[in-house]
């Protein structure tokens, strides 16, 4: 069972989720997770969960790393010209990410590729990237569009695209408790999504022809 997702027509602007690029505040957490244990009924003192609230912050922390991340930064260096105008695909990169509706996490992977417009990024960034938006609190289709909408600006493409593919624990384990359902949402841009056949080239390259090809 999948959820297909392609944004049609006009596009909106994607909601700023970007924080407020400070750090994590682990004493902050470290006292609100103590206070959620007491509301669930919990005994925070007991010898499993004396360092329980100081995991979790740390892990929340971690989990959240891409509020203090720069894109620009990040490829700083990493844009090479190039006289190259074929598609380039980087495909199976896994992903883990917090639903902000619930806070549990949704995994899976990204595939990405793109039409060079006479510069190239480092093949490794393009993973950095996807993380960069990933370790944030996220929807899925955000997320989708985030990571195409930065390649295309920043690479100035003559196209994006790129597929996300993950399954929801909070589908999975609470509300409708599908085990085996796979969420799948896809952002076209350029000669992705005007050119029909380059979108099914890179979706048959990634193996996933039956996804967005058609229009």
């Known amino acids: 069972m999948a959820k297909r997702g ?13 924080g407020s690029g400070r750090p994590a ?6 006292s609100l997770v103590t206070e959620m244990l007491l509301a669930l009924g919990e005994k925070p003192g007991r010898n499993g969960l004396l360092r ?34 074929e598609m380039v695909i980087v495909k199976d990169i896994d992903f883990f990410s917090l639903c902000e509706h619930h806070l549990l996490p949704f995994f899976g992977k990204v595939h990405v590729g793109y039409l ?17 938006f990933a370790r944030q609190l996220q929807v899925q289709e955000r997320l989708t569009v985030q990571i195409a909408e930065t390649l295309n600006t920043k690479l100035s493409a003559n196209g994006v695209g790129v597929v996300v593919e993950a399954r929801h624990l ?12 796979l969420a799948v949402t896809s952002s076209m ?26 229009d």
């Open 6 to 18: 392609r944004a049609q027509g006009r596009r909106r602007p994607v909601e700023d989720v970007s």
């Open 25 to 30: 505040d682990l004493g902050v957490l470290q």
């Open 52 to 85: 329980t609230p100081e995991r979790v912050a740390k892990a929340l922390a971690f989990m959240t790393q891409g509020y203090q991340r720069n894109v620009d930064h990040l490829l700083n260096g990493a844009l090479f010209p190039i006289e190259y105008d």
């Open 116 to 132: 060079p417009n006479k510069k190239v990024v480092g093949l490794s960034k393009i993973p950095r990237i996807v993380d960069t």
């Open 170 to 181: 909070c589908m999975m384990m609470r509300g409708v408790e599908k085990q085996n359902t």
């Open 189 to 214: 841009l350029g000669a992705f999504r005007s050119q029909p056949q380059t979108r099914l080239e890179f979706l048959k390259l990634i193996h996933r022809s039956s996804v967005g090809d058609s």
